[in-house]
């Protein structure tokens, strides 16, 4: 019979390295937040779109007020009050009565300096899509609980006018609000108001029917709690993690759409400008003065991006799949 | 599954008869004055009213309208392309853009399903990589970023294809519209095909038929993409609003003559035609919700299961 009390020594094992390691962590002890933190940093493209938005924010933030000049103002030369410094080429260091100043993204056709109108117009179009994607998720988000909390009757009614709403393009809201509306900044901002609440609604609701079952809302009912209470305080901070997923996408939706209404002339009016209104002008001048076009489709396509990449890294870190974990 | 399709049909005519009076209270009952001319004198106005039936109670102009909705009367301009029926414009318009749509659809549904199904075979690799930027790009850019760099390359730098659409040169000119249209839903279809396919090409059932020694085209033809398309008709539902709105700006870049443009001219002018606004805004409606039954219908029709599950649970 062979010896069986062999002890190991340690030249039996072999350390593994590279990429065959495997280092376990464990997300039980860690709070829901923080794991969701972890998931979400540790995805590349999602930490991308993070500092992307942060950069576009911030620039839309400091932009203007770094620049001497104001968004609106003509930029002329002191000397000779005709000569307006128009159709400067980024990088701007132009020759001339204007030599020696700094246009950064150059300046438009009526000489206005691009840098302040850009980051004023991200400015704008930023501002709208948060105050509308912020009140839209409230009212989004109250009538899918309410609807899919009560449900019978009451969930079958609000549902009914959900279809209708939603079967309606924005397009000819647009088309009808600019009938009594004068067009502009409040056009827009109605309208968004009017289309995005739907899918939160349709998101809210979902949650609701999921955990509407659940024990903790049994024992608060037995307890004697209002709907209302149980509702607000009880289920929705459940929600709140596909709800703040859904506003990542609805704002570059909101952005977006600001764009394109201001881009086809009922949006943002002059002087105002946004980023839309810009490509607009950039659009209409793209001829003679090509590089005006291209400051404001950069930062609309970097939010765009920015916020895509952080909504599908939200999405996925609060939902993880097993693989990811 | 008869049942199904009667309950659709029947839920969406009665969606478009309420946003369709909506719309019309909101026209004729909200503030706002349908003649903004400065020459017309308050009597011009009156009269003009009087022709028009505007100060006869809502409802029973309502129900004039309707009748001659039905048929295909959507009566004239206030104040856009004076005295021709609306019928008549819209018929040009919608020529114009159902055809370059169309075009646009077919090209995107193409090379979409091309590009997905070439991505997911070469899964890793540098096709796969260019499929994921191409549909990144696509979905998170707006498109006429991309319209406004094509027509500037193509059309300016190059002079390869012509800046401005003509319809008597249909072909030749409508390749640059209709590309740019198409982008969105290249790149939706191409994304959403790539991962079906390499779902689908993980699953049992293509295991075990490549264990039974099925390869290469058979395989892919037989198995993989037979399930593999059944949810991008899910996806054609965003891409007809997508190309509603795209549709707009393409016109607008392009100066197709097309429904978009007449929508964006009936209010973005001056004054605002109000019964332009009403014909489009029930076109636009009767479109997207027409698209929205048909593919609801699609679905039950190409995949059996979701016609058991629905007749089961009595449709909805």
């Keep these: 019979m062979a010896d069986t009390t062999y002890t190991p020594v340690a030249g039996d094992f072999e350390l593994l390295t590279g990429r065959d390691v495997v280092a376990d962590e464990n997300f039980a002890s860690q709070g829901y937040w923080k794991s969701v933190a972890t998931i979400f940093f540790r995805n590349r493209r999602a930490v991308v779109g993070l500092v992307l938005v942060l950069a576009v924010i911030a620039l839309a933030v400091l932009g203007p007020l770094l620049s001497p000049y104001a968004y609106d103002q003509i930029i002329r030369d002191p000397v000779n009050e005709a000569t307006v410094a128009k159709g400067i080429a980024p990088p701007g260091t132009a020759q001339g009565p204007f030599a020696g100043k700094l246009f950064l993204f150059g300046t438009d056709d009526l000489g206005r300096d691009l840098w302040t109108r850009t980051w004023q117009g991200a400015r704008v179009s930023l501002v709208i899509a948060f105050v509308t994607i912020f009140i839209d998720m409230i009212i989004g988000m109250s009538y899918g609980l309410i609807s899919g909390y009560f449900g019978g009757i009451v969930d079958n009614v609000m549902q009914r006018f959900v279809e209708v709403a939603v079967s309606i393009p924005s397009l000819v809201i647009v088309a009808v609000l600019a009938i009594f509306m004068p067009k502009g900044m409040g056009l827009v901002i109605v309208t968004l108001l009017l289309t995005e609440w739907i899918p939160m609604s349709k998101i809210a609701r979902a949650e609701m029917l999921k955990l509407k079952e659940q024990e903790y809302v049994l024992a608060s009912r037995t307890l004697g709690a209002k709907s209302m209470h149980i509702i607000f305080r009880q289920i929705l901070p459940n929600t709140i993690g596909p709800i703040i997923t859904q506003m990542m996408f609805s704002i570059p939706m909101a952005i977006f759409t600001e764009a394109f209404l201001s881009f086809v002339g009922v949006g943002i009016m002059l002087p105002q400008c946004s980023v839309g209104s810009l490509i607009s002008t950039g659009f209409n001048n793209i001829s003679t003065l090509p590089y005006q076009i291209l400051s404001p489709i950069l930062v609309l396509a970097l939010q765009m991006l920015g916020f895509n990449f952080i909504g599908d890294g939200l999405r996925e870190a609060l939902a993880p799949r097993l693989e990811d974990m | ?316």
Excluded: W
Aim: proline share 4%; charged share 15%; net charge positive.
């Design chain 2, 1 to 316: 599954m008869a049942k199904y399709i009667l309950k659709r049909v029947a839920t969406s005519l009665v969606t478009l008869f309420l946003i369709t009076f909506m719309l019309f209270v909101l026209v004729r009952v909200m503030p706002g004055n349908p003649f903004p001319s400065e020459r017309m004198s308050a009597e011009q106005i009156a009269n003009k009213r009087a022709e028009m039936g505007l100060d006869d109670p809502v409802l029973v102009q309502f129900f004039r309208y309707i009748g001659g909705v039905l048929h295909g009367d959507f009566g004239k301009g206030t104040s856009l392309y004076f005295g021709a029926p609306i019928k008549t414009v819209i018929a040009t318009c919608a020529y114009n853009s159902f055809s370059i749509g169309g075009i646009a659809i077919l090209e995107g549904t193409a090379v979409g399903l091309l590009l997905g199904i070439l991505a997911a075979l070469n899964k890793g690799r540098f096709l796969d990589g260019f499929c994921t930027v191409f549909s990144i790009l696509g979905v998170c850019v707006p498109g006429y970023v991309f319209f406004i760099l094509l027509q500037y390359c193509f059309s300016f730098k190059i002079s390869l294809l012509p800046y401005f659409f003509d319809p008597s040169q249909f072909l030749y000119s409508s390749v640059l519209p209709s590309i740019s249209l198409s982008l969105f839903a290249m790149s939706i279809i191409a994304r959403f095909t790539r991962n079906e396919m390499v779902e689908v090409m993980d699953s049992d059932y293509v295991h075990l038929a490549e264990s039974k020694g099925m390869t290469g085209g058979l395989l892919v033809r037989r198995h993989v993409l037979r399930n593999a398309l059944i949810p991008i008709v899910t996806v054609i539902g965003p891409l007809v609003v997508n190309l509603l709105t795209g549709a707009l700006v393409v016109e607008k870049i392009y100066g197709i003559n097309g429904i978009g443009k007449l929508m964006v001219d009936s209010i973005a002018g001056q004054g605002v035609d109000y019964n332009y606004v009403l014909a489009l805004g029930i076109l636009y409606s009767a479109l997207y919700i027409g698209t929205m039954l048909l593919i609801d219908i699609l679905y039950g029709v190409i995949d059996p299961r979701v016609r058991v599950a629905a007749s089961g649970k009595g449709g909805a």
